[in-house]
């Protein structure tokens, strides 16, 4: 994968400064994605997925740092960038769409106001901008958008704001999209909607999308590749297909054990991964995810899992992947 | 919107009767009657009776409010017991000069106010931030009287910038400013120190929400995000504070009229208390609770053309 990536996230790591100490929130995170490829990344609260996405688009909280590591967008580090040139960047060439439609739009604003606003940079008549402001609501399914557009956001519903969301987000036809779970809030026939509507515009923008989520069908249904994070780290990553059928992380696979869709008999008891994430201020030595793996192997303590490949697309950090491991145990993890 | 400014109107007409209502009530439970203070002890009770027959005393309490409020939708207020004029031109003679105090003080301790709030906010726990924070306690601290008095002695008497008593000659406008510094001074101090608290605290709210979140992710200026997509919905308490900080600002005018010896309604309702003046009580009581009345109505109007959804709520 040289240079026809969009984003390129290479070692990142970021921390919070906390009164406990850092918590190191993203511990040399790598993952990329290509050129109009849909890539989601999975995991619990607290994995990293949103301190990952704040730091692509540099909005991050007071107390973080960046430790080391590049994010690499065509091939510039935005690390590098200084707040202005990042500013110009934002809304045009990477945009974002996030998780609670509520809270998305300004409430004393119509939506035609803040659709046209976030058009600044153009040097275009204000009813030109509004008719693109139109044309992008009809895109996303809401009828009569010329009146919608005199609308306050309470007006809408949260299926609609999202869809809104999507529409603003998409106006300038950025290179990336990012969605931070934008379909967590809606109920689950919209979040079809929404994501069908999703997979058409990515289709006709020919944007790549990062797409957040925990619903591990969405991911599935969506995405080319999928990420696999646990406390801060990448634990697996490939296409949604080697990842999804065989994964090669017990982690992934005690995930896609507890996805409900995923169940087929009758139960009282859905089954959960027990025991908790890690204390991030103080890192343990070894495999992060050793405290609830089923499958630990006495290495496990003492040395951290490499990320190694176990095929082209497909790679794991873990110890039971190695060569040298017991090799029924592997072939039980796949399963 | 009219509906809404109908409805609150309504609202407000409702809220000045029952007020006036019970203000009337209570100002005829002071201890002393206006009889004998106007006529002392030893009067004769033919005397007493006929004064008590011209201000209607000697009627049924309801009676009487009944026929306060008839008369003053007439314009009519009574006839001021000592001079035998109507209550209604003495009033309506102080109103202006309270309400000018009222609105200068108000509207440069708002201004003031709302940028510092606005630069403690954008510049949270820098130096500045606490520099006003530490001012504005103090000068939510500080009374109005207390102001009043070391700003007459410092700027009047010591320095001679200012004029000491008095609201100014008439008809000249450069001269009522004048007079108009040091009172507006005492009166709006604590009010800029209240308000740039009040701002600090909604805006750095208001900052920390997801619409503000989302105006940066689409590279708005941090300028634009500040005044046009935060600060109108940051000033909504504010406004209100105001409306309500009217009933405040009439009484801290009580104090700094006497001390500056200035016209106004807080002067004469002390006046006409000390000498159970009741029609010109009430007069000025009217007229104050309908300044009250209308600044909180105004401030729930300006809210609802900043933020939609109060429009809309019932």
């Known amino acids: ?335 | 919107m009219l509906s809404y400014i109908l409805r609150r109107t309504g609202l407000a007409l409702v809220i000045t009767v029952l007020a006036v209502s019970l203000l009337f009530v209570i100002i005829h439970m002071i201890p002393g009657d206006p009889v004998s203070t106007m006529l002392g002890p030893k009067a004769s009770p033919e005397l007493r009776a006929a004064l008590e027959e011209r201000m209607g005393l000697n009627e049924p309490l309801l009676i009487q409010i009944g026929l306060f409020f008839a008369n003053m939708l007439r314009g009519d207020l009574g006839i001021d017991v000592f001079s035998n004029r109507q209550v209604t031109d003495i009033v309506l003679g102080q109103v202006p000069y309270t309400l000018t105090l009222i609105l200068t003080s108000i509207g440069w301790s708002a201004i003031i106010g709302i940028a510092l709030g606005c630069y403690s906010a954008a510049n949270r726990n820098s130096f500045g931030d606490r520099l006003t924070g530490v001012l504005s306690v103090s000068m939510i601290a500080v009374p109005a009287f207390v102001v009043s008095l070391y700003s007459l002695l410092f700027f009047a008497v010591t320095l001679k910038w200012f004029p000491a008593i008095g609201a100014g000659e008439p008809g000249d406008f450069g001269d009522q400013l004048w007079h108009l510094v040091l009172p507006s001074l005492a009166i709006g101090l604590s009010w800029v120190g209240y308000i740039a608290r009040l701002v600090r605290a909604s805006m750095l709210e208001i900052m920390g929400e997801g619409h503000v979140r989302t105006a940066r992710a689409f590279g708005l200026p941090e300028r634009w995000i500040t005044y046009r997509y935060a600060l109108r919905l940051a000033i909504l308490p504010t406004v209100t504070v105001i409306g309500v900080g009217m009933g405040f600002l009439l009484s801290a005018a009580v104090f700094t009229e006497i001390v500056f010896s200035r016209p106004g309604l807080g002067k004469l309702v002390i006046d006409s208390i000390t000498t159970r003046n009741y029609p010109v009580v009430m007069g000025s009581v009217l007229f104050s609770t309908l300044i009250f009345v209308a600044s909180t109505t105004l401030a729930d109007i300006i809210n609802a053309l900043l933020d939609p959804r109060l429009r809309s709520a019932r």
């Open chain 1, 1 to 335: 994968m040289p240079d026809t990536n969009v984003l390129d996230v290479k070692n990142l790591s970021v921390s919070y400064s906390t009164p406990r100490g850092d918590l190191k929130a993203l511990r040399n995170v790598s993952m990329a994605i290509g050129q109009k490829k849909i890539v989601g990344i999975v995991g619990e609260s607290g994995c990293g997925k949103s301190t990952l996405i704040s730091a692509i688009i540099r909005l991050m909280a007071n107390n973080a740092t960046v430790h080391s590591g590049e994010i690499l967008f065509h091939n510039s580090n935005l690390l590098d960038f200084k707040e202005r040139e990042m500013r110009a960047l934002r809304g045009i060439d990477i945009s974002m769409v996030f998780q609670d439609p509520m809270q998305t739009h300004n409430p004393v604003l119509t939506i035609g106001q803040q659709m046209i606003d976030i058009q600044y940079r153009d040097k275009l008549s204000k009813s030109k901008k509004r008719q693109r402001a139109a044309e992008m609501l009809s895109l996303v399914g809401i009828p009569d958008a010329q009146a919608r557009l005199n609308q306050y956001p309470y007006e809408f519903s949260g299926g609609m704001r999202q869809r809104i969301a999507i529409a603003m987000a998409l106006m300038a036809k950025p290179d990336l999209l990012i969605a931070d779970e934008p379909t967590t809030a809606l109920d689950a026939t919209l979040e079809v909607q929404i994501i069908k509507r999703l997979e058409e515009l990515q289709e006709e923008i020919g944007c790549s999308i990062l797409f957040i989520s925990h619903h591990l069908g969405v991911i599935a249904e969506l995405c080319d590749e999928v990420v696999v994070m646990y406390a801060g780290e990448v634990v697996e990553q490939g296409s949604v297909r080697d990842v999804f059928h065989s994964p090669a992380h017990p982690y992934t696979a005690a995930l896609l054990k507890c996805d409900p869709g995923h169940i087929k008999e009758k139960t009282r008891n859905l089954p959960t991964i027990p025991g908790e994430i890690p204390d991030l201020v103080d890192v343990p030595a070894g495999c992060i995810f050793q405290d609830r793996c089923s499958r630990k192997v006495p290495q496990c303590q003492v040395k951290r899992p490499l990320f190694e490949a176990v095929n082209e697309q497909h790679s794991v950090a873990c110890h039971l992947n190695n060569k040298n491991a017991d090799d029924s145990d592997h072939k039980e993890a796949r399963g």
